[in-house]
Structure formats: structure tokens, C-alpha cells
């Protein structure tokens, strides 16, 4: 079950750092949200606080609220790890574990949750994933053969099999296709908007076009000076961030006039 996402009064810290100051955000399930924005104004930060995955930096903590359908993902409770399972991410570069098979790879998720499977169990996960992530008909041959030894855009489709193979909520996406050739981006953007269908979908991208052409919601960070915090902006709905945003910035920034 895709779910939504209600952030509020987030500061993001490393160390003593203030990365990303006061956000307030609510990201509606079933649909994509697009981040957007210079570099270095902590959209990327932001994005992997939504599964703590920033606090593998050492130091880095968190004020202020993330909760998933009302359950708060910084409460003292809460398990990192039960965390990443909920809320999955596929990285700017496919990172497909090299020396596993294309089988292992999608199974590498529930492996690392430690679950004893039967072989036929194992069968129809690494089968629905790689349907689901648009694969299955290019590697069903193969399934045995290094997932290394896939094209660009393949190998982010394996990352994205291997992702949701552990049955996420919410799928974050750090520019999934920053690395890829137009044709293979266009297949990804394609299998985004199939994915939404099933999961809470939150997409950075540095390229205006894609957000606009993949997200339902646009939210755009800027930073508030050299050395100051990144901040959101603005956010709502992607044609009007697009074609009438309230702030003279977000226009700046669309218009290409900086950043």
C-alpha cells in the first residue's frame, strides 16, 4: 500500500551543520514528487532523510517530524533498518552488486532481512520485480549471468527490481537517470509513471523537462545564501510550479536565469 508522507519543521543537521533548514511538506500517496533546484541546496539531503539513509554520514541527526501515514520514522522506536525496507531508493548511479547473478541482485533485499525462502517463493519475486521494473523479457534467459553485464539503463532497472522486491511504500529516486543515455531515460520515466500506480514516488532531478514531464507535485529548494541552509521554497502542484509559481525564484530558476 502506497503512502503519504507529512514533513514538518525538518531541520536537517551534520554535525553542527545546518544542511537544510524548516521544511514543511505534504507528499500525497500514489503519485510523484519532483525535487528540484541549484546544487548543493540539500534536495538530495532532504530526500535520503526520508529514509535516514543520511544518517550513514556520521554525526548527521534530524529535528522535527517525518511520518509515514502517521508513524513517525525518527521515533525512538523506530528501526532504521524496518525504515529502509518501508522506504526504498534507487541511486543517481545503477549500483548492481557486481559479483551476484541477476537473480541474486533482486533478491538481495530479502536476503539482507535475513528471510529463508523456498526456491518457488524466490521464483516469483525475482519474476513480478523484474516484470514490475520492466526487465523480466530482456533477462529471463539469463537470470544467472552477472547483473554487471547489463547495459546503463538496464542496470537501473535492476536496481529498481531490487528495490521494490521488498514490497516497499514509498520509492525515492536520487536522479535515477543522470547516467543514462535518452532512450534509456525514456524507458525509466516511462516505468515511473506505471510504478506510481503502486508506490509513493519522490524523483530529484536536476532537468527541468523530466520533472516536468514525470511529477505530479514539484517541490523546489534553494539556498539561502554562501554557507546558509538549503530551504523549500515552494511546492505544489507541477503545472503551476511550472507555468505560474508564487515565488519570483522558483520562476528564476524554471526560466533557466540561474542555477
Not at 548527521?60 to 522506536?77: F, M, N, R, S, T
Not at 523506530?78 to 541511486?91: A, L
Not at 552488486?97 to 533482486?106: A, E, H, K, L
Amino acid at each position: 500500500m502506497a503512502k503519504s508522507i507529512d514533513v514538518s519543521d525538518l531541520n536537517i543537521y551534520y554535525g553542527d551543520f545546518l544542511a537544510v533548514e524548516g521544511v514543511n511538506i505534504a507528499i500525497p500517496a500514489r503519485s510523484v514528487t519532483a525535487f528540484i533546484g541549484p546544487s548543493g541546496c540539500g534536495k538530495s539531503t532532504f530526500l535520503r532523510s526520508l529514509n535516514r539513509m543520511h544518517e550513514v554520514i556520521p554525526g548527521a541527526h534530524v529535528q522535527g517530524k517525518v511520518l509515514i501515514d502517521g508513524e513517525d520514522l525518527y521515533a525512538d522506536e523506530m528501526d532504521p533498518v524496518n525504515v529502509r525496507r518501508m522506504v526504498g531508493m534507487v541511486f543517481q548511479r545503477p549500483n548492481p552488486f557486481p559479483t551476484m547473478s541477476i537473480y541474486d541482485n533482486v533478491l538481495a533485499g530479502q536476503k539482507l532481512n535475513s528471510k529463508r525462502m523456498k526456491k518457488s517463493e524466490s521464483d516469483a519475486i525475482v519474476e513480478r520485480s523484474l516484470r514490475s521494473a520492466g526487465l523480466w523479457a530482456e533477462v529471463k534467459d539469463r537470470l544467472s549471468r552477472p547483473g554487471s553485464g547489463l547495459s546503463g539503463g538496464q542496470q537501473q532497472r535492476l536496481c529498481i527490481a531490487r528495490a521494490i522486491s521488498v514490497e516497499p511504500e514509498v520509492l525515492l529516486m536520487d536522479e535515477p537517470c543522470s547516467a543514462l543515455d535518452p532512450i534509456s531515460t525514456s524507458v525509466i520515466e516511462d516505468l515511473i509513471h506505471e510504478l506510481k500506480e503502486k508506490y509513493t514516488i519522490v524523483i530529484v532531478t536536476h532537468n527541468m523537462q523530466q520533472a516536468a514531464r514525470v511529477s505530479d507535485e514539484t517541490a523546489f529548494f534553494n539556498l539561502s545564501g554562501v554557507g546558509k541552509p538549503g530551504k523549500l521554497v515552494e511546492s505544489g502542484r507541477t503545472e503551476k510550479i511550472f507555468s505560474n509559481p508564487d515565488e519570483e525564484a522558483t520562476e528564476a530558476y524554471i526560466q533557466g536565469r540561474f542555477g
